[in-house]
């Protein structure tokens, strides 16, 4: 469920904010025993947690092939976990919650509150601007967040979503200028999104198909996307960066 782009995977990984992230994960985790990983994707974080841990139980909407003999692969949702209450030891979640309908944020965090006895790595992106990289779809005409992405959090929203765990350890990684305004938005909008994540795997919020690729686009529009983009370089130079991702470790209180 995370926002993996449509290119091969090798080169993704090999890019030195994405060895950043993992390496950040795997520090914050406590290691041994059993961890529980949603969204385990194409096995590579799995892969990385069975040199850790005793057990994994990677967990994806659909089975995921992984061949490892700590590695035990399971279909799942993250809104109805199939594990008792308090039942595993450490639980990693990243690269997930900005991809759950909003209406179902809060059953899933309770869900992953649910099953920790002891640990929760949540990891998303940090106050990420969803208007930045927005895609058309080809089939409704409807506009999607940049790849797949419902969900903008900080701090302050994890924590309220997960109120009945203490936070203890919290680390930023890598670094983004990527914002926009009301206004470029909006002319971005007007020239059909052409710079969006079209090559995001993620399929239309709205009506569930393939977001495609924008078609050419007669001269007008491709003038209001260059505007857009124009203001939008204007205002990186006077904004500051601010962190691509956070992680924060939560812990449950001793009863």
Known sequence: MDGLPNFPLLAYRERPEEKARLA??????????????????????????????????????????????????????????????????????????????????????????????????????????????????????????????????????LDRLFATLTRVETDWVGLSDERTNPLSALLMEWAGNPWGTYEQEEPCVHCGSCVGRPPSRPFSRRMLSALAERMNRVQRRFSPSRPAWIHCLYRRPVS
């Open 24 to 157: 950040s994960l795997l520090r914050l985790l406590p290691k041994g025993g059993t961890i529980l990983e949603i969204g385990a994707r194409d096995g590579h974080m799995s892969r990385a947690l069975a040199a850790h841990f005793d057990r994994v139980i990677a967990v994806d909407l659909h089975e995921v092939a992984i061949s490892h003999p700590r590695i035990e692969a399971v279909a799942g949702d993250v809104r109805a976990l199939d594990f008792p209450d308090r039942s595993l030891a450490a639980v990693l979640c990243a690269e997930v919650l900005e991809h759950v309908p909003p209406a179902d944020l809060e059953t899933a965090s309770r869900e992953l509150a649910r099953v920790t006895a002891n640990v929760l790595l949540v990891g998303v992106p940090y106050r990420q601007d969803l208007r930045v990289g927005r895609t058309t779809c080809q089939a409704c005409g409807g506009s999607n967040p940049p790849w797949g992405h419902v969900n903008r959090f900080d701090e302050n929203r």
